[in-house]
């Protein structure tokens, strides 16, 4: 079980704020460390070192440490969590502070709790920071594109920490696709589950415009004249406008993901579109379980990207360019699978001639 968990500063400020003017050190190093971009730790890697074993030396594990320590003390006493493996995933800001602080946690944890920290620089959400709003909205963006990127994962969002900003979108997250959330008040020691509202949300909105919500979602932003203006006004609530430009706002990108979730859009050739509609196993497993598995389940043979259900002959042939599925080929019978194989080599020119040819579909 992976426990997301948003990282804010208050390991190091702790730490900081009851230091004397005689450790100047660290607190120059501080000063200088603040409301910087993590794009800048190459520039600032002297005062990086500092403060973080300023940190490590007088940092102790307690309750007291930090908002995220106390609650993954709690959650790991929590009888609901200890038959699970548990995982730490440290959500951190586009900031050098709240990386350093991450860094910190996986040493103190790893350490003092049966719980092991997945640390990397992949979860600093770029653009998550607050000095600049459009910065800001794009770091949300991010943020979901990482949250979905654990879609076939057991998760729990731990939302005690971190930027205060996005604690509302990791709630609506969590509560759309039922994942649990948990939080621990400042004051208290009681981890509490935040309830699934039951909570019914009209996915019909995305039917009519689905194709045009895809292309947003693909391209990222688009030119508002292309864009119909009745479009704009029915779905302004969903949608980011600025200027000349359009794109999904968060909200509009948790429930567009949800829809696409549950109806899976690709791009095929009218032929192949053809064939998957006489074609039940792949039909099944399109709707069901490619977008959740495709990544352990692919096999790359004579140059094809191959989705191999297991011990059975459903084949699905794929690729994706620009954030774009295309299937190219599928089987449920192993010879011709085999036959095909083995007579095909997979290309750049081959590829292509696949995009020209292909229309949008969707399961």
């Not at 920071?129 to 990127?149: A, F």
């Not at 039917?207 to 864009?227: C, G, H, N, P, R």
Request: with cysteine; net charge negative.
């Amino acid at each position: 079980m992976k426990i997301i968990t948003t990282i804010g500063t208050s390991l190091v400020t702790n730490v900081i704020k009851n230091l004397s003017n005689d450790e100047k050190l660290a607190l120059d190093a501080f000063s200088k460390l603040q409301q910087k971009d993590y794009k800048e730790k190459s520039k600032y890697q002297k005062e990086y070192d500092v403060l973080k074993g300023f940190i490590l030396d007088k940092v102790e594990f307690s309750e007291r440490t930090s908002a995220e320590i106390k609650s993954l003390i709690n959650i790991a006493k929590d009888p609901k969590f200890q038959k699970h493996y548990l995982e730490v995933v440290p959500i951190a800001t586009d900031t050098l502070l709240a990386p350093m602080c991450a860094e910190v946690l996986k040493v103190l944890i790893e350490k003092n709790l049966d719980i092991n920290v997945d640390y990397s620089k992949q979860y600093i959400i770029e653009d998550l920071q607050v000095s600049d709003y459009k910065r800001y909205k794009n770091g949300l963006i991010n943020l979901l594109n990482k949250l979905n990127s654990f879609s076939n994962e057991e998760l729990v969002l731990n939302i005690t920490g971190g930027f205060k900003g996005v604690i509302p979108y990791m709630t609506i997250y969590g509560q759309v696709n039922s994942i649990p959330l948990f939080y621990i008040f400042e004051f208290t020691s009681s981890l509490i589950e935040i309830p699934q509202i039951p909570l019914t949300i009209n996915y019909n909105i995305f039917e009519k415009e689905w194709e045009t919500f895809y292309k947003i979602d693909s391209e990222e932003i688009v030119a508002k004249d292309t864009l119909s203006y009745q479009f704009l006004k029915d779905y302004e609530n969903i949608l980011d406008i600025e200027g000349d430009l359009v794109s999904l706002n968060p909200l509009g990108k948790i429930l567009w993901d949800k829809y696409r979730k549950e109806n899976f859009i690709f791009y095929a050739t009218d032929e192949v579109w053809q064939e998957i509609q006489k074609l039940k196993n792949i039909q099944n497993i399109l709707k069901t379980k490619f977008l959740s598995t495709y990544t352990n389940k692919t096999e790359q043979k004579n140059n094809h990207f191959v989705y191999d259900d297991g011990n059975n002959p459903n084949r699905i042939f794929y690729f994706e360019e620009d954030n774009k599925f295309y299937i190219y080929k599928v089987f449920e019978n192993h010879d011709k699978y085999e036959e095909y194989l083995n007579k095909n080599s997979f290309s750049k020119d081959i590829k292509q001639q696949i995009i020209a040819k292909t229309q949008i579909n969707k399961l």
